[in-house]
Nanobody, 119 residues
């Protein structure tokens, strides 16, 4: 079983910054793609940024240039540095990870962390 635990959400004014962290724990052979998704009230969950095991990042157009995703493979942790936050960034942010475990392929989600940007 692979567990993902997010931290770092909160309330910030527009233009401010937040850093999210997500640590993976449990028994697994590999931690491949990791990423961040978000879901605003009344909207579908959308991808924010993803990063492969070798570190290649991908961003949604809405956050490109403002957010930076990174990972520390030694700590099984993925980060999301969010700068120049806008009210439209307000959402619950979910961590995602996939890879291989004893039971086969897994793709898991964290419990979510709230990010609120005030105008």
């Amino acid at each position: 079983q692979v567990h993902l635990v997010e931290s770092g959400g909160g309330l910030v004014q527009a233009g401010g910054s937040l850093r999210l962290s997500c640590a993976a724990s449990g028994l697994f052979f590999s931690l491949d793609a990791m990423g961040w998704y978000r879901q605003a009230p009344g909207k579908q969950r959308e991808v924010v940024a993803t990063i492969g095991s070798l570190g290649a990042p991908h961003y949604s157009d809405s956050v490109k240039g403002r957010f930076t995703i990174s990972r520390d493979n030694a700590k099984n942790t993925v980060y999301l540095e969010m700068n120049s936050l806008k009210p439209e960034d307000t959402a619950v942010y979910y961590c995602y990870a996939d890879g291989r475990a004893a039971a086969g392929w897994y793709n898991n989600w964290g419990q979510g962390t709230q990010v609120t940007v005030s105008s």
